[in-house]
């Protein structure tokens, strides 16, 4: 499975976007992009996830650019609810899907009022 | 309703013991896993269940032994517990779609924090 990268952590003002980014530059084409969250004290939340095109759903929108090898989490308007450890994880479609999860550290996003 | 759930919530043992951390999920779902996150919450799978069939084995020991006696029930048994073996496991259940095998989505349960003295 392709490794990702992400900041550890970043700090978003209330009310305000939050853009969490990942890099994964060795994605191959049958691999999608996933993002989960896990608050603190409680299990793994999915949140979205794709393979090309731009996502949109009620907690997030991922947006990936047009090589794949980069995508970003926006969370259009934080609450201190979304303070968090954010999770990228590219993970194939296929035969080859397990459906296991790798996950690497993280980016812990801390949400100030 | 609780999609996924795990009993005990806290579990505190002395080393050499057996314990064990039972996972129901409500959800329908045909596939189950158990993760463990460690002190540094570094999380990692450890097995996977597909209609009580065993899919993932990364590589855990031997002391544990998952069984699964039906698709809604996936229970991790522990055997002589060691001071290593302290962490928060997680059981998870996903639903495959499709004839690409995509998992999509994984519900996680809250949480088994096991502490061994």
């Known amino acids: 499975d392709a490794k990702t990268t992400q900041p550890p952590s970043m700090d978003c003002a209330e009310g305000r976007a939050a853009n969490l980014p990942c890099n994964h530059s060795?994605?191959?084409?049958?691999?999608?992009v996933y993002w989960y969250r896990q608050i603190h004290s409680q299990g793994p939340q999915y949140i979205i996830h794709g393979l090309k095109n731009n996502e949109t759903n009620e907690m997030a929108s991922l947006i990936i650019t047009e090589d794949r090898k980069s995508s970003t989490l926006i969370l259009p308007h934080a609450t201190l609810r979304d303070t968090a450890v954010y999770y990228c994880?590219?993970?194939?479609?296929?035969?080859?899907?397990?459906?296991?999860?790798?996950f690497g550290q993280g980016t812990t996003l801390q949400v100030k009022p | 309703d609780t999609a996924v759930s795990q009993t005990p919530k806290y579990l505190v043992t002395q080393m050499g013991n057996d314990k064990s951390i039972k996972c129901e999920q409500n959800?329908?779902?045909?596939?189950m896993y158990w993760y463990k996150q460690d002190s540094k919450k570094f999380l990692k799978i450890m097995f996977s269940y597909n209609n009580k069939e065993l899919i993932i084995n990364e590589t855990v020991p031997n002391r544990f032994s998952p069984k699964s006696p039906d698709k809604a029930h996936l229970n991790l048994h522990i055997n002589s517990l060691e001071l290593g073996d302290s962490a928060v496991y997680f059981c998870a259940s996903s639903q495959p779609r499709g004839s690409g095998f995509s998992y999509n989505e994984q519900f996680f349960g809250p949480g088994t924090r096991l502490t061994v003295l």
């Open positions: 994880i590219v993970r194939p479609h296929g035969s080859s899907n397990t459906g296991k999860l790798i």
């Open positions: 060795t994605i191959s084409g049958n691999e999608y």
């Open positions: 959800l329908g779902h045909d596939t």
